[in-house]
């Protein structure tokens, strides 16, 4: 690799992480209140027993406690996992769905053309509200960012993964 790449590596590098720092500062600025009742889940299963892993989820509380679980089949649970996310982190997620309009989202998207697959759910509890999204085999555009913004700040191996996360075939909505 001659120098000029390296320099450009290095470029790109140090500019992401800038970026990277320059986001945490601006949403720290902005200060979002997160409501002390803030509850996000995210959970995902297969709709037929294929998957080995039979339901993952996260549940992030506005202390910034993340519980990661997940169960096997026949197996049982995987051991369940807490982690502590930073306040940062709870306002970026809480950010989201304010940004995507959560709370003005379906009950439930489906695919109907499609009989297998699995289901992914979003539930949100905020300023004594509770709100509940679940999708089917189709791609929820406003639900995905929040999906990713979750999982963006757990560790990769804990993540709930969803087709519909995967596969760009899937149909696709907005909200």
Known sequence: MGI????????VIGVVAFALGCSDTLMA???????????????????????????????????GVAVLSARRGDDGELPERQISLS????EAI????E???????EGQYKDPDIIDGDYALIEVTANGKTHTVRT???RVVDFDILALTVNARVPFERQVIYN???DNDYKKVER
């Open 99 to 105: 940004r995507v309009g959560f709370f003005t989202l």
């Open 94 to 97: 809480f950010d989201a769905v």
């Open 136 to 138: 089917e085999n189709i």
């Open 164 to 166: 519909a996360l995967l």
């Open 4 to 11: 000029a790449t390296r320099w450009r590596w290095i470029m």
């Open 29 to 63: 600025q902005r200060s979002t209140t997160v409501p002390t009742d803030f509850t996000i889940k995210l959970q995902s299963a297969p709709l037929h027993q294929v998957n080995p892993l039979q339901q993952e989820s996260i549940v992030i509380r506005a202390d």
């Open 87 to 90: 306040a940062v982190d709870v």
